[in-house]
């Protein structure tokens, strides 16, 4: 398994930035895909961003040309940042990671969470 400890949250104005980070407690290489999640409340949890083992990204249609996820696997840290932020980014910010057992079997791991909070 895997343990991920996400960071950098904050609150900040709109049209500010931020960047995430996540710490994942093994060689990230070997983790077939990360992502980063939000969940406002009321809302279903969605996807943010994510990246493939092998460098693949892909960005949900309210984040693009915003954010930039990438991974650093000499430090084993996954990046997600945040830039002209706004109001409707506020969530909690989730790191994901996805470790791939069989073709049809996989097991997904979840961080705590860290609170961005974006005012008008």
């Known amino acids: 398994q895997v343990q991920l400890v996400e960071s950098g949250g904050g609150l900040v104005q709109a049209g500010g930035s931020l960047r995430l980070s996540c710490v994942a407690s093994r060689d990230i290489f070997s983790i077939y895909a990360m992502g980063w999640y939000r969940q406002a409340p009321g809302m279903q949890r969605e996807l943010v961003a994510s990246i493939s083992s092998g460098g693949s990204t892909n960005y949900a249609d309210s984040v693009k040309a915003r954010f930039v996820i990438s991974r650093d696997n000499a430090k084993n840290t996954l990046y997600l940042q945040m830039d002209s932020l706004k109001p409707d980014d506020t969530a909690v910010y989730y790191c994901?990671?996805?470790?791939?057992?069989?073709?049809?079997?996989?097991?997904?791991?979840w961080g705590q969470g860290t609170q961005v909070t974006v005012s008008s």
């Open positions: 994901n990671a996805v470790l791939k057992l069989t073709p049809w079997r996989s097991e997904n791991y």
